[in-house]
């Protein structure tokens, strides 16, 4: 097992105990304080378990990406950028289905049928839980959305 997967490994796994001894000790009313901290702390266990799975069987290094792979990264950061900059004057439910809706055409083999459904049914399901469920204040912007 190389010594640097051991490590980061160990370390993500006790930063995710740490985070989830933390979130649990947490006193609020609001259900989000302490879901955000226990969804960060399984996240960080699984990355360190992750962290040993590959230096068990010893698998080849992965490529590095080609160009187009590469490109397609640049666009997804691009589209999140301008998803964060137009969030405070689109508002939360409009700007989200944007942001699906250019990701899902430019990135997959939909029909606009199925890219236009699909976006609908996210941009509802994550303003149901993240408005209604999590009781987050979401920017409405111009629309009032």
Known sequence: MRRANLVCGSLLLALGA??????LRLKDDW??????????????VVLGAGHFAPSLA??????????????RVAFVFGVLGLYVA???SLGFLP???????????????????????????????????FRHWLGMPLPSGSLGL
Do not use: C, K, N, Y
């Open 18 to 23: 740490l985070s989830l001894v933390e979130a």
């Open 58 to 71: 010893a698998a080849e290094r992965p490529a590095w990406p080609d160009a187009p792979s590469r490109r």
């Open 95 to 129: 700007a989200t289905a944007l942001f699906v809706l250019v990701l899902l055409r430019a990135l997959a083999a939909f029909s606009w049928a199925v890219a236009l459904a699909l976006t609908a049914a996210i941009a509802v399901a994550s303003h149901v839980v």
């Open 86 to 88: 137009v969030l405070p």
């Open 31 to 44: 259900q989000g304080a302490r879901l955000m901290p226990a969804v960060l702390a399984g996240v960080f």
